[in-house]
């Protein structure tokens, strides 16, 4: 390890400090901040200086050297900038202890740098226990989680990724943190391809000249609300002219219910298969949950009666952030041209979007489409 607690319970690192500095602490004593050992130093041409447990420990506490040396950063880029930060400060209410403990404005803010991949639900559960005693949590992930395709312009997306979304300044983004090249990566203005990509912006900021506040500024341009990225209509496309043999059980039941229907899953409306930003909360693929929303509520309706939907809310954010997808899904309507709101939570219809006869017609529905979202687009 590369971080130790000194004889006055203070947290020191050997990175900074010379050779002559290092032999020097070689006659101090340290701890180790999980088990509270001591520990020895260890020193060489060919080894980096850190510390380490004599042979006989017992502790098993063992980080990478990314998450140890990110962590590090981070608390010690926080104290330079005059703040009040704690490094794994254990809470026994909670009975957890956070990388960084940071108190801003009367706040309590948990700071997490998660390098290795955990489960969706060990990410709620300790979300919520930071919630429920009043801390505010802030994931900071590794930047090996961070996988771009310059090519298409697109990070791979992971349910563990998707558990670490945050909802600010009317976007979606997650945090990442180079330790080595001392980088934030800010993942802004996310959006939803496929349940295995996202599109959006990426913000580098410098560890240093960089301060805390700036993490929560946005310096970009609001990106769209309807975003009709070209990989998006390559799936639609795709949708309409492949038949995939093999899918998953919710896609094998909409294809049994368009059927019961006496409807086929390649000829849906086009407006059943639209990008919605809040769409990257959920695990439903959209032309499943759309088309389902649209024949509940939208094709039996005649043009000029009103429409009425119950709520379809998307996945909640780490902090707290749920969005109405019906909210979401009728205001893209409404741009269309499709429907115009008259109330809170109801909604005139103004044209159909029946399903197609053949795939020709629903190809050119489908190109349409494209052109009036990407007239929004320009708007």
Not at 109 to 134: D, F, G, L, M, P
Not at 270 to 278: D, E, M, Q, W
Request: hydrophobic residues 35%; proline residues 5%.
């Amino acid at each position: 390890m590369f971080h130790a607690v000194n004889e006055n319970g203070e947290w020191e690192s050997l990175y900074s400090k010379s050779n002559k500095e290092l032999i020097q602490c070689r006659q101090s004593t340290y701890y180790c901040p999980e088990c509270r050992e001591p520990l020895q130093i260890r020193l060489g041409q060919k080894v980096t200086p850190h510390f380490a447990h004599y042979p006989d420990s017992q502790c098993r506490s063992g980080e990478s050297k990314e998450h140890e040396t990110g962590k590090w950063r981070l608390y010690q880029w926080l104290v330079d900038q005059g703040l009040h930060a704690e490094m794994e400060t254990y809470l026994p209410e909670i009975k957890q202890r956070p990388d960084v403990l940071l108190h801003y404005h009367k706040k309590c803010i948990a700071i997490e740098y998660q390098c290795a991949t955990i489960s969706r639900s060990e990410v709620i559960k300790r979300t919520e226990s930071y919630h429920e005693a009043n801390i505010f949590p802030l994931w900071i992930v590794g930047s090996k989680h961070l996988s771009k395709n310059w090519k298409t312009s697109t990070i791979q997306s992971t349910p563990f990724l998707q558990a670490l979304l945050y909802y600010f300044r009317k976007q979606y983004q997650v945090f990442f943190f180079h330790p080595f090249h001392q980088t934030f990566h800010i993942a802004k203005h996310l959006q939803s391809v496929s349940h295995k990509k996202w599109v959006g912006k990426e913000q580098v900021l410098p560890l240093q000249g960089t301060t805390f506040p700036q993490l929560f500024t946005n310096n970009n341009n609001n990106a769209p609300l309807y975003f009709p990225n070209p990989l998006w209509e390559k799936l639609l496309y795709t949708h309409r002219t492949s038949y995939r043999q093999r899918v998953g059980s919710d896609e094998a039941q909409f294809r049994q219910y368009l059927y019961l229907n006496n409807y086929h899953f390649s000829l849906i409306p086009s407006i059943a298969y639209v990008p919605l930003p809040s769409q990257i909360t959920m695990t439903a693929k959209p032309f499943i949950w759309q088309t389902r929303f649209l024949m509940k509520y939208f094709l039996h309706v005649p043009v000029g009666g009103l429409i009425k939907a119950n709520i379809i809310t998307g996945g909640i954010t780490l902090n707290h952030y749920q969005a109405d997808m019906r909210t979401e899904y009728m205001h893209l309507l409404e741009c269309l041209g499709y429907v115009n709101k008259v109330g809170a939570n109801s909604w005139v219809k103004l044209k159909d979007a029946p399903f197609y006869q053949h795939c020709e017609q629903a190809l050119q529905g489908d190109r349409l489409l494209v052109e009036a979202l990407k007239k929004l687009h320009r708007i």
